[in-house]
Structure formats: C-alpha cells, structure tokens
C-alpha cells in the first residue's frame, strides 16, 4: 500500500465515530447467570495469528504486561502477535481504550481551580499522544519489524500525521478552560518545522512551548523529559496533567500533579 492509500484507510477509520463507551454498558445487572457465563466465555483473550501463543502466554497478557510496565525493554512485538496487534490498532478497541483514557483526563480538568496567573500547564507528547504514526506502522508490522530510523523518519518529514482524534478533542477542552498546552517530545530539534506544520495541519492550532530533543541532550526519554518538565517548574509553570503513550512520558520528577497514560503495544521507548 502507498502512503497516501494507508492514509486514506486510516482517515476512513478515523472518521468512524468510536461506540459510546459507558460504564453500564459493560455489565448487565440483569443478566442470570447461565448468560453472564457465556459473556465470559466470549471474553477470553485471542492469541495471536492463527490463535498461536506469543512464547506461552497469549497476546493480551503480553499487551497488559506492556501497559502495566511489567514488560520494559523490549525491542519488538512478538511475532505471533503482528495480527492481534494490528486488530487492537485499527480496530475500535484501541479508540475505545483511548477514549476512556481521555474522558477520565477531562473530567479531571474539569475539577480544577486555575490560578490566575496563566501557568496552568498541561503536557502533551507527540507521537502516539497527538499524532498517529499508525500509518507508517500499518505498513511495517505493526511494530513486529525492528526499528528502521530511516524509513520512519522519511514518513514523519512527510507531515502527514494525523492526529489522535481523543487527544485531540481534549487538547481542545483543556484551551477552553484555560489551561497552556506544552508539547513535549523526543523527536530531535531538526525536525521542529516539519513537527509544527503537522501539529497545525492535524488541527493542534496553538501551544506555549513546543519542547524538542536538542544537541547533545543524549540518554534516556525518561531523564531529557523530566529535566525538561523540572525547567518549566523553575520558571513558574504548575504542570497539572501529562500525557503520554510511552511510561518514560510520565515517569521522573516532577512528573505532573497527575499522568494519563494511553495505549501502545507497537513500540517501547525507555
Ligand atoms: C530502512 O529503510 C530504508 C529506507 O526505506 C531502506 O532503504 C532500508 O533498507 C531499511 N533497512 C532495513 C534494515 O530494512
Ligand atoms: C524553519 O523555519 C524557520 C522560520 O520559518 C526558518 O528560518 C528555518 O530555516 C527553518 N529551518 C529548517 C531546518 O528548515
């Protein structure tokens, strides 16, 4: 598939309103319990292609060691996963995982009281929190292929990335109550004009600070992201919310007075 038609698919997905997600929907009170155990037989978790298990334990159990950060430094999804994953991702599980990620940070926003000197300050990472790479992943294994900087890199300076609709709708929320928005991320400070036209084309109009990697600001994702936020503390700023896909988003002080941590099985960055 060529860029623009993966595009394409992806904007049809994304232009699918995800299901409402309810609490209530989840459980039927009502329910006897002859039809509660059959929902829990539809409950059991699929293994990868072909129902294989990924090195004996199934597909999900990997994905909940990932997003618990039980599971660190791995490099690649396990092969046998490629299909579960690439069904979590194009699927509506991966907008409904998000969406409820997203609606708990809202409502959260919601109950603060905001100083009212501006520095009400919410932090957002890139990629995989405001834009998608999903694109560029549908088209190499959904994270099962190593890691190619090249490839990856020549997709991103297309700044076609677009954006994660949930995050999205609460980037919007937070600058109508008045919270400043800080982009946070790992990509190197070369890439900041190609990262601000895509940003804007996504539909992330405005923001503070755009914070990228600059030379020499080696090591890890954990110890450049927290020294960035101890910088933005030191000058005033109180980080209320941080958000990211990635633990070394909302890992290492000051991590924010409260993280939100969404979904990513396609990639580990420590
Ligand atoms: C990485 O991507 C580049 C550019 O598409 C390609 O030429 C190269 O062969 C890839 N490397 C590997 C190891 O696949
Ligand atoms: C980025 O944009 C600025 C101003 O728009 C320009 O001066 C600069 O040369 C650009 N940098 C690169 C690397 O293209």
Not at 146 to 171: F, M, R
Not at 208 to 221: F, N, P, Y
Request: contains cysteine; glycine residues 10%.
């Amino acid at each position: 598939m060529d860029v623009k038609a993966a595009l394409l698919s992806l904007a049809a997905m994304f232009m699918t309103a995800p299901a409402a997600w309810t609490p209530a929907g989840t459980l039927h009170h009502h329910q006897n319990p002859r039809e509660l155990l059959s929902s829990i037989h539809l409950l059991r978790p699929l293994s990868g292609s072909g129902g294989r298990p990924a090195g004996g334990v199934t597909c999900a159990s990997w994905q909940f060691g990932v997003e618990t950060h039980n599971v660190r430094e791995w490099t690649t999804v396990p092969r046998s996963c490629e299909s579960y994953v690439g069904n979590y991702m194009l699927g509506d599980r991966y907008r409904q995982d998000s969406a409820v990620v997203a609606a708990e940070a809202a409502a959260y926003a919601e109950g603060l009281q905001l100083g009212n000197d501006g520095k009400d300050a919410w932090v957002f990472d890139i990629d995989e929190t405001s834009l998608s790479i999903l694109p560029y992943y549908a088209r190499h294994g959904f994270g099962v292929e190593p890691y190619n900087a090249t490839s990856s890199n020549e997709w991103v300076d297309l700044g076609i990335a677009p954006a994660l609709p949930e995050s999205l709708k609460l980037y919007r929320k937070l600058l109508s109550l008045g919270f400043k928005v800080v982009f946070l991320t790992g990509r190197p400070e070369e890439r900041r004009n190609i990262t601000v036209v895509n940003l804007k084309r996504a539909g992330f109009k405005k923001w503070e600070k755009l914070l990228l990697r600059g030379e020499g600001m080696d090591g890890t994702a954990v110890a450049f992201k927290s020294s960035e936020r101890a910088k933005l503390v030191e000058t005033g700023f109180r980080i209320v919310g941080n958000i990211g896909d990635q633990w070394s988003d909302i890992l290492g002080s000051p991590e924010g007075a409260r993280t939100f941590k969404l979904p990513d099985p396609m990639y580990y960055i420590s």
